[in-house]
Nanobody
Framework: QVQLVESGGGLVQAGGSLRLSCAAS????????VGWFRQAPGKEREFVAR????????YYADSVRDRFTISRDNAKNTVYLQMNSLKPEDTAVYYC???????????????WGQGTQVTVSS
């Protein structure tokens, strides 16, 4: 079992920045992949970014590439999502998830956090 807890969400003006954290505990191991997803009101949950725990194999959705950066701190068992140049359309509940398959589809992720709200005002 892997437990995930997100933090760092909040309200920010357009153009601002936030850093989300995903703290992992339990059965963490080098093969794990951590992804960030988001779900806006009335929309399906969508992939944002992912990273392998043991390396720098990262991948981003086109909508956030060059604005968001995913990283990890193995010593703290934490994955971060640095979000810059935020837009109102980035408003959503952000979830981190963990699995063992390098994927952008949520069905491949077995463990999920509770989510953190990000609201970007115009």
């Amino acid at each position: 079992q892997v437990q995930l807890v997100e933090s760092g969400g909040g309200l920010v003006q357009a153009g601002g920045s936030l850093r989300l954290s995903c703290a992992a505990s339990g059965r963490t191991f080098s093969r794990i992949v951590v992804g960030w997803f988001r779900q806006a009101p009335g929309k399906e949950r969508e992939f944002v970014a992912r990273i392998r725990w043991s390396g720098d194999n990262t991948y981003y959705a086109d909508s956030v590439r060059d604005r968001f950066t995913i990283s990890r701190d193995n010593a703290k068992n934490t994955v971060y999502l640095q979000m810059n140049s935020l837009k109102p359309e980035d408003t959503a509940v952000y979830y981190c998830a963990a699995g063992i398959v390098i994927a952008t589809t949520e069905t491949f992720y077995d463990y999920w956090g509770q989510g953190t709200q990000v609201t970007v005002s115009s």
